[in-house]
């Protein structure tokens, strides 16, 4: 059994940078890529930003220059650093890992976490 579990959301003000962390846990052979999604009300889920085992990253293009994802294998974490925040990157922001067991590979999702921007 393998859980992601978000932390590090909140209200911020606009201009204003909030950090996320997403911890795997559980029965965990590899990690490859893990990236970060989010999803605002009325809209679909859509990619903000991965990274690989070996640190290549890849951003939309709405976050590129503000957003920068790293992760710490020794951890299991991902992290997201949110600058220079904005209305429109208000949503619930979801982590997502691919993960190898010694059985099987298989995409894992976290809970959510809430990112609110006021202006």
């Known amino acids: 059994q393998v859980q992601l579990v978000e932390s590090g959301g909140g209200l911020v003000q606009a201009g204003g940078s909030l950090r996320l962390s997403c911890a795997a846990s559980?029965?965990?052979?590899?990690?490859?890529?893990m990236g970060w999604y989010r999803q605002a009300p009325g809209k679909q889920r859509e990619l903000v930003t991965t990274?690989?085992?070996?640190?290549?990253?890849n951003y939309a293009d709405s976050v590129k220059g503000r957003f920068t994802i790293s992760r710490d294998n020794a951890k299991n974490t991902v992290y997201l650093q949110m600058n220079s925040l904005k209305p429109e990157d208000t949503a619930v922001y979801y982590c997502?890992?691919?993960?190898?067991?010694?059985?099987?590979?298989?995409?894992?999702w976290g809970q959510g976490t809430q990112v609110t921007v006021s202006s």
């Open positions: 559980g029965t965990i052979f590899r990690i490859n890529a």
């Open positions: 997502n890992a691919n993960i190898e067991n010694y059985n099987y590979t298989s995409n894992y």
């Open positions: 990274i690989t085992s070996d640190d290549y990253t």
